[in-house]
């Protein structure tokens, strides 16, 4: 590997991608990611946490708190800036649990608004 590389070596030798383009919502924010790996829970797992305060399946462990109370969100309110709310059901839902984190005075509107679905 030449050292202007920008891809590290896992223990497997295997070329692994920058932090940037592989960004996980359990994980730090980071403020330049270009791709966020839906690794773990699923858009719709962390929906389902927000109703249900469980992360399913169990193998998930604890990765749906991690995600909401570190770059879940933050991640969220870039995709939503993306979406078309007709055709993202599961995004849209994601921005109002998000919501109803950051803005309390939200929190009923956001949760009726996801028991509808």
Known sequence: MTADS????????RALLPQHFAA??????DP????VHFKGPKPHNYVDFFR?????????GNAC???????L?????KWHMLLD??????????????????A??????SRHRLAQH
Do not use: M
């Open 52 to 60: 249900t305060d469980r992360c399913e399946p169990e193998a998930y």
């Open 73 to 77: 969100c933050p991640y969220v309110q």
């Open 6 to 13: 920008e891809v590290a070596q896992g223990p497997s030798s």
């Open 32 to 35: 330049i990611a270009f791709v």
């Open 24 to 29: 996980k919502p359990f994980q730090e924010l």
């Open 104 to 109: 309390p005075h939200l929190r009923g509107l």
């Open 85 to 102: 709310d007709t055709e993202d059901e599961v995004g849209l839902n994601l921005w109002y649990a998000c919501l109803a984190l950051y």
């Open 65 to 71: 708190e991690e995600g909401l109370t570190r770059s």
